[in-house]
């Protein structure tokens, strides 16, 4: 992952989706744990962070790669460190609450099982979200069903609890790959002390939301007429290197 390639053709630092989806999900979070400490790995810009500090949270940290430049930041430089994700990150410090959302994904397969020892280092409880098969976006080289990632979790005695999916499922102010995606998981040492989240037992499903299916079948059919149809095919490519140079 090149910084210019991440900068020119990824979400944006400072993008309303994360912000906004990370406006609607933190509350709920704060139905499970209340978290004095929070890290997040691959924090981008800092949106989520930014809102956990709007809520009270004054301890925290983001983690990302040199891509992410000081000026992109929507939080302080010093709660901010650079690391290749890929390498996993390690730190002298625990934290209430670790958070990595959609950044699982970009991590080289061979570099996964790190990256998520690193991520069971940093705290007890994490709460976690990575892209399914064809989802699809910029540098998804990872793309995997829950059960891949909770087998390595497993390894480091932390289990999944489906507690968010259903209260966010339906809000189209949250990103449908959260909604579709988030998930806890605890360490066994701690999880008599979050009741609320451990007592979820249910089975964790792959589950694929709406909105992403339905903007598969567009992709899908637009691509068709693509094939079909030259006018269309000139007006896609010209939109696409636009899209680009903005």
């Known amino acids: 992952m090149t910084p210019k390639t991440y900068q020119d053709n990824f979400f944006g630092f400072h993008s309303d989706d994360s912000f906004n989806s990370a406006k609607e ?5 704060l139905q499970f744990i209340k978290p004095a400490s929070v890290i997040d790995i691959g924090c981008g810009a ?3 962070l930014y809102n956990w500090n709007e809520l009270g949270v004054t301890n925290f940290l983001g983690v990302d790669g040199d891509y992410v430049r000081a000026e992109d930041l929507i939080i302080d430089k010093n709660n901010f ?3 290749n994700l890929d390498n996993g990150f390690s730190t002298d410090r625990k934290f209430d609450l670790v958070t990595s959302l959609e950044v699982a994904e970009h991590i080289k397969p061979e570099n996964a099982e790190k990256f998520i020892a690193s991520l069971c280092n940093l705290g007890d409880v994490i709460v976690f979200s990575a892209a399914i098969p064809g989802q699809d976006g910029t540098l998804h080289f990872n793309e995997q069903y829950p059960d891949y990632w909770i087998e390595k979790f497993a390894k480091h005695n932390f289990k999944p609890y489906d507690c968010l999916r259903e209260l966010i499922w339906n809000n189209d102010k949250v990103s449908p790959w959260y909604r579709q995606n ?7 040492s701690v999880k008599d002390k979050h009741p609320s989240i451990t007592s979820n037992t249910k089975k964790i499903l792959p589950l694929v939301h709406p909105e992403i299916y339905r903007s598969r079948v567009r992709d899908a059919a637009y691509s068709k007429r693509i094939l079909k149809s030259p006018y269309t ?5 010209a939109s696409n290197f636009f899209n680009k140079k903005k």
């Open 81 to 83: 460190e650079s690391a």
């Open 233 to 237: 095919a000139l007006r896609y490519f």
């Open 25 to 29: 999900v933190i509350p709920v979070i």
């Open 46 to 48: 800092g949106n989520w």
């Open 182 to 188: 988030v998930l806890f998981f605890v360490n066994d």
